[in-house]
């Protein structure tokens, strides 16, 4: 992973990609004259099935997780950095695990309750946390996934953890240059035509059946999203700068550049406030072809490569895959950390979360999930600390605990019984 | 999907099911308790309660029908001999039969309980991306595609697939998609993006409205190809309904005059010949042919035109006589046709001979003794054909249907009026002429376009307000910019990004007359045509026609015999063979590099390239030639090209990298090797469910259960340990992989689950991961490919077992007709379906099952046409 210059990454090709003016949001509040708490970012990144236990948590007892061999690349935000052990989810028995670890991860809804799709599926996380502070800026959420295969061949729950409700997606975006015109890109609205359409979709609904008629709902929703966002959008420029950063090209890219361009969309987003929350899958669970991971100099099978992870000299292909995501992860966190705001960096104002919906790929338990939070979320967050909480922790405890940070008012959140009040300071 | 997997197995169970099986119930503890008492409580009742049955807590018929999921579970374990297991004592074959007919009268009462079940309508959902695409192209009636899209595989370049004809050609010309950018370089609206592809279901495809939903995000998309589309540089000469819907009718089109002819049916079944007479006015006389008329209808083809081939430079007929195409033409000084005068020409043929008149008078004439022959009377392109243009001028085409003599040809010339008029077929004029003053007011003339053009769009009449909506914003743009097309085009373009074009729906009733009928048009052409409806079918609907079973029935078979049929056997044959698959199969480069050809380790191809073509073309030619299903899984021929014949008598012809990707010709060769043929044994599936080192058996067994079975096997558990099947292991430990396997499933939880799908996949041993058969593994231990299906048809090797699978071909049908009804109504099967997906099995039966008359079945039957039976 020599080859990755992160300097010249954050620097960028003209050396001042990260340009981006200081908002004055967070200027002193004029009433009480004091600094406001800078707006608090969410992110939650996705690994699919686990990382290799005993290369990721550090033995009972032992606190310096950051010298474990998936985790070294963390060293460099290591004060910024926790790791939670203990959190748990359950698996509704007899469906596919890996569709439930993807889909199932950002709502962690009840399993016990009466399903209403395939597996126990709800609004994630994400997005109960858009509702709530999507107001503040002009994109309401961001959902990024790095799933470079072609073939669709595997189910849409693998690849997607990010969901409005049950079998409601939320389509992710896996084109760079997507990502970058939906953050850059402002057009007039054709409110004509959207006037139109919405007229006309009014009268046509009041021709379709009962259930029909909330599937049409969605077709409202958007259509007014798309509005609301490129208004906000053209409101936003007509007031900010655009960040100095090229429209990502047609070659061909590696994987870890792939995943590196899309990092670098994602903190420019959060550092311009076009955005305050989003998800990042870094592939998607379990789908079966092998791909090519051109900085490790080897085509595998991340999936196959778990379950043989009995092998040693598989486990240490796997190994290479876990760290290699890592690394990714810390670059994001990083540049994040490069970027002043007020008194802290982009990083203290946020909330980073990579986690993955299985303990580990072999034995595909919802034990013991692997988890690492980055970013104090303004300082209300433990961090450069392991925090042990008992076992079977319900996972849906620290998403309570991020939607309250993060403002939502709420006050259980799934099968959660309580925040995690040990992460809290 | 425990729920999914277990409706959709039930379609493919037992023979024991199609039986007739009314009549009352026997006395639930004389009749069936004894039995159960025997051979399941021990297990499924008091102390134990293996897989959580409890058969012991059911003491009536009536607590088995509250639970017809479980009935179910049974029939299906009874017949097909996985209970009670093979260790213990088995019941008598009477009493096995004896019982699975009373379970299926209860469940048949199971569901029956509360009324008729009433049929789930089709939900509303938006158009995937396959279906978009064909809407728009057929919505125009376009030239081109709308964009490439790699959900299509084949490439057809010998317009091979002709449904009509009921006959697949010997040597079809095709390519693959996914042999790289030379296929997607196809005739398309510039610069239109399409959305990106839908996931498919979990055993399913990607119709499926559950899946389909929005998202600000592909709405996106949509506004964005609403706008594209009818904006791209092309559209407007790809575009077939130009001139009724976006030509500004005050002025004249632009460029050389284009048009087309419709020619009556009659032509094509009462003729006695062939004429053709044009006035032309030539701008350019070089050496590049140009199009006065030509209609496309394979070697039919009919053409007049002029230009040079070999020698001679002149005046040019084209048809098809006496089974083959034929061209003739005559000399023509090219000066005097350049010279800016308008000039008469004139082809005839008149069942003996073809003769060439210019200004009415005769310059070639050649003896041809037959017969005209066309199929199709789709229209005449008047002017153009793809980079055969006409430059200059052309008026007063007529198209006759017989050969006319000299005289009538020179009365044309002097413009005699109604010159064998009755033998005239079709006619064009140069638009100018009729244009000058309107009879009506612009905006009029805008709304009726407007009219038509949503009652296609939406598939149902537009009712006032709507209209209302869409003329009033016609109105408006055209009131701003004086601009008729672009107006028009602003129009077509909200259209688009509507919901009732964008989405697949179901009107109430109420919503319009016949609305009923609207509704069955557009499920039929989904599911037919992945498209819209047709102008037959809509004028149908809108006649209320459509229900009338007999025109139904009519229209089904039209469907089928039409080139948009197509789009079905692209969208189901590779989902429900999950095809796809292939290409992401990656054999190991390093010692399995015979896999891949003509290239180095950067840039190399695979022949699953080739291979994904064979079952699909295989599936194809049942499909045209309309031969039993059964020919899926065992048939006398098979579709190969020259580098699949090589590869599977076991020679890897190598090709340079320039080799031929786009169209490779694929011949029908004749079988008797039963080890090949059908969808299953051939290289595409083999190669799909191996691994990078080593053929998957499992992985095998559980396509098998799937896709031709319809019964996906349980998710594993959840901590299964890997196999270690590496040629090395098994080498040092002497175990065939089937030997190792035994090991590892004996653990009771795994082995019933295992004694179900190991059968399936060990039987296809014989095919190493590449496809080639093989006697012997590696290891040098001999493959051992025999087993027993349903527990009751032992055999040896995979002909033994293609044998087995015809003994059951009920339960072969039934798990097709379980996808294919799956894919019609565009959702997951639920219970309730099985007595319709039972129905449509029993009517397909005593057709042979007949491709078509099973999707015939699928389409009339109540579940999908909605209709009540009569």
């Not at chain 2, 006389?285 to 001679?312: C, M, N, P």
Request: aromatic content about 8%; hydrophobic content about 35%.
């Amino acid at each position: 992973m020599k080859s990755m210059n992160r300097r010249q990454f954050l620097l960028g090709a003209s050396g001042s990609a990260m340009a981006l003016p200081w908002l004055e949001v967070y200027a002193d509040d004029p009433k009480t004259k004091k600094a406001k708490d800078p707006s608090l970012r969410f992110a939650s990144f996705y690994s699919p099935m686990g990382f290799v236990r005993d290369h990721f948590f550090p033995e009972k007892g032992n606190s310096d997780f950051l010298s474990m061999p998936t985790l070294r690349s963390l060293k460099s935000v290591g004060d910024k950095v926790t790791m939670i052990t203990g959190l748990s989810r359950v698996n509704v028995r007899g469906t596919d695990v890996h569709n439930q670890a993807s889909s199932c991860f950002l709502s962690s809804a009840n399993p016990h309750g009466k399903l209403k799709s395939p597996y126990p599926m709800d609004r994630t996380l994400d997005h109960l946390i858009a509702d709530k502070v999507s107001h503040r800026t002009p994109i309401r959420s961001l959902e990024l996934n790095c799933n470079s295969f072609k073939d669709l061949k595997e189910s849409i729950y693998l690849d997607n953890i990010s969901w409005y409700g049950p079998e409601h997606v939320a389509t992710a975006m896996k084109d760079p240059s997507q990502v970058y015109q939906r953050l850059f890109k402002t057009r007039s609205s054709d409110k004509d035509i959207t006037d139109l359409i919405l007229e006309d979709a009014a009268n046509f609904k009041k021709n379709l059946t009962h259930q029909d008629k909330d599937k049409l709902d969605e077709y409202f929703e958007s259509v007014r999203e798309i509005e609301i966002q490129i208004e906000k959008l053209n409101k936003y420029y007509s007031n900010n700068k655009r960040a100095e950063m090229d429209e990502p090209g047609e070659g061909p890219m590696t994987r870890g550049e792939y995943i590196r361009l899309m990092g670098k969309l994602l903190v420019v987003a959060f550092q311009g406030d076009l955005t305050h929350v989003a998800t990042f899958m870094l592939a998607p669970e379990r789908w079966g072809s092998p791909q090519r991971y051109h900085e490790l100099r080897f085509t595998k099978s991340h999936h196959g490569l778990t379950h043989g992870q009995g092998n040693q000299e598989v486990k240490n292909f796997l190994v290479q895959v876990d760290q290699f995501y890592v690394e990714l992860f810390a670059e994001v966190l990083e540049q994040m950390d490069a970027i002043s705001e007020g008194e802290g960096t982009l990083l203290d104002h946020s909330m980073v979360t990579l986690g993955s919906g299985l303990g580990d790929g072999k034995d595909h338990t919802m034990n013991e999930l692997p988890i690492i939070v980055a970013g104090s979320a303004n300082g209300k967050i433990k961090t450069g600390a392991v925090i042990n909480c008992p076992e079977n922790t319900p996972l849906a405890n620290l998403w309570l605990s991020q939607a309250q940070l993060m403002g939502t008012g709420m006050e259980k959140f799934s099968d959660s019984t309580g925040p995690l009040e040990s992460l809290l300071v | 999907m425990a729920r999914l997997a277990l409706a959709t197995a039930l379609l493919a169970s037992s023979s024991a099911l199609g039986k007739k099986t009314s009549g009352p119930l026997t006395d639930f503890k004389k009749g069936i308790k004894p039995v159960l008492e025997k051979h399941c409580y021990h297990c499924h009742g008091r102390e134990k309660t293996k897989g959580k049955v409890n058969l012991s807590a059911l003491t009536s018929w009536k607590d088995f029908e509250s639970n017809p999921l479980l009935i179910e579970k049974m029939i299906e374990a009874l017949d097909k001999n996985e209970m009670p297991p093979e260790e213990e004592t088995q019941p008598s074959e009477t009493q096995r039969q004896f019982i699975l007919v009373e379970l299926n009268k209860a469940f048949q009462n199971a569901l029956l309980q509360g009324g008729n079940q009433p049929v789930i309508p089709l939900r509303l959902r938006r158009m995937n991306r396959f279906e978009y695409g064909n809407a728009v192209r057929d919505l125009f009636n376009l030239k081109s595609w709308v964009y490439s899209i790699n959900d299509r595989i084949i490439r057809d370049h010998n317009n091979y697939f002709r449904p009509e004809s009921r006959k697949m050609p010997k040597v079809v010309s095709v390519g693959n998609r996914i042999m790289g950018l030379q296929q997607m370089l196809e005739n398309r609206l510039l610069g239109v993006m399409a959305f990106p592809k839908d996931p498919p279901a979990e055993n399913g495809f990607n119709n499926r409205g559950d899946h389909l939903s929005f998202s600000p995000l592909l709405m996106e998309s949509f506004l964005e190809l609403s706008r594209s589309i009818v904006n791209a540089e092309n559209f407007d000469e790809n575009c077939r309904v130009w001139d009724t819907l976006f030509q500004d009718p005050l002025i004249k089109k632009p460029g050389t005059p284009k048009g087309s002819i419709d020619v009556d049916r009659s032509v094509a079944t009462r003729n006695s010949g062939l004429s053709i007479s044009a006035w032309i006015r030539p701008e350019k006389t070089g050496d590049h042919w140009q199009t006065i008329v030509r209609r496309e209808d394979s070697w039919r083809r009919q053409l007049l035109a002029i230009g040079r081939t070999g020698d001679t430079w002149g005046l040019w007929l084209g048809a098809g006589i006496a089974g083959q195409y034929e061209e003739f033409g005559a000399p023509v000084d090219r000066k005097l046709l350049g010279d800016g005068e308008w000039h008469h020409v004139a082809g005839t043929f008149d069942g003996k001979k073809i003769t060439l008149y210019l200004d009415g008078k005769q310059i070639g004439r050649k003896a041809l003794v037959g017969k005209l022959e066309m199929q199709s009377t789709g229209e005449m392109a008047v002017g153009a054909h793809g980079n055969e243009p006409f430059h200059g001028g052309l008026d007063d085409i007529r198209i006759f249907r017989s050969g006319l003599d000299r005289t009538q040809i020179e009365n044309l010339v002097a413009k005699v009026q109604d010159v064998a008029k009755e033998e005239m077929v079709g006619s064009w004029r140069t638009p100018e002429e009729v244009i000058p003053t309107l009879q009506e007011p612009i905006e009029k003339i805008a709304h009726q376009r407007i009219d038509k053009f949503l009652l296609k769009a939406f598939r149902s009449p537009a009712d006032k307000k709507t209209l209302n909506l869409y003329a009033g914003y016609f109105d408006k743009q055209y009131k701003e910019t004086g601009d008729f097309t672009r107006s028009m085009k602003d129009v077509v373009s909200a259209a688009l990004a509507s919901p009732r074009f964008i989405c697949v729906h179901n009107e109430i009733d109420e919503a319009s007359p016949n609305q009923k009928s609207f509704n069955l048009a557009t499920r039929l052409a989904l599911f037919l045509w992945s498209s819209i409806p047709d102008n037959e079918l809509l004028e149908l609907a809108e006649g209320g026609k459509l229900q009338d079973s007999a025109v139904l029935d009519k229209q089904v078979d039209r469907m089928l015999n039409h080139l948009r049929v197509k789009n079905f056997c692209d969208s189901f044959a590779p989902q429900w063979l999950k095809l796809n698959n292939v290409v992401s199969a990656s054999p190991d480069f390093k010692t399995h590099r015979e896999y891949y050809f003509g290239g180095d380790d950067k840039i190399s191809y695979k022949r699953g390239m080739h291979m994904m073509l064979e079952p699909l073309l295989n599936f194809e030619t049942v499909f045209i030639e309309d031969r039993p299903i059964m020919e899926l899984v065992d048939s006398d021929f098979t579709y190969r090209s020259h580098l699949l014949s090589e590869w599977y008598q076991g020679r890897a012809a190598t090709y340079p990298i320039n080799v031929n990707l786009r169209n490779i010709n694929f011949t029908r060769t004749p079988l008797e090797d039963r080890r090949y043929g059908g969808v299953i044994t051939n290289g595409a599936v083999m190669v799909m469910t191996s691994g990078p080192f080593r053929s998957l058996p499992i992985t095998r067994g559980s396509w098998v259960s799937s896709v031709i079975f319809n019964d996906p096997p349980q998710p594993p558990p959840d901590d299964v340990p890997d196999l270690r099947a590496d040629d090395e292991t098994l080498k040092k430990e002497g175990l065939t992989v089937r030997q190792k396997l035994k090991q590892h499933s004996s653990n009771i939880q795994c082995a019933s689950c295992h004694q179900k799908i190991d059968p399936l996949g060990f039987v296809l041993e014989n095919y190493d991961l590449l496809g080639r058969w093989r006697e012997d593994y590696r290891t040098g231990l001999k493959v051992d490919a025999s087993g027993k299906l349903f527990g009751k048809h032992e055999f040896k090797d995979v002909v033994g077992f293609k044998d087995a699978v015809l003994a059951e071909k009920e339960v072969f049908a039934k798990a097709f007709i379980g996808h294919l009804l799956s894919y019609a109504l565009g959702r997951e099967l639920t219970l309730a379906d099985r007595i319709a997906a039972g129905e449509i099995a029993d009517a397909s039966k005593k057709d042979h099952y007949r491709m078509r008359s099973v999707i015939k079945n699928v389409a009339i039957h109540p579940i999908f046409s909605q209709l009540t039976k009569s």
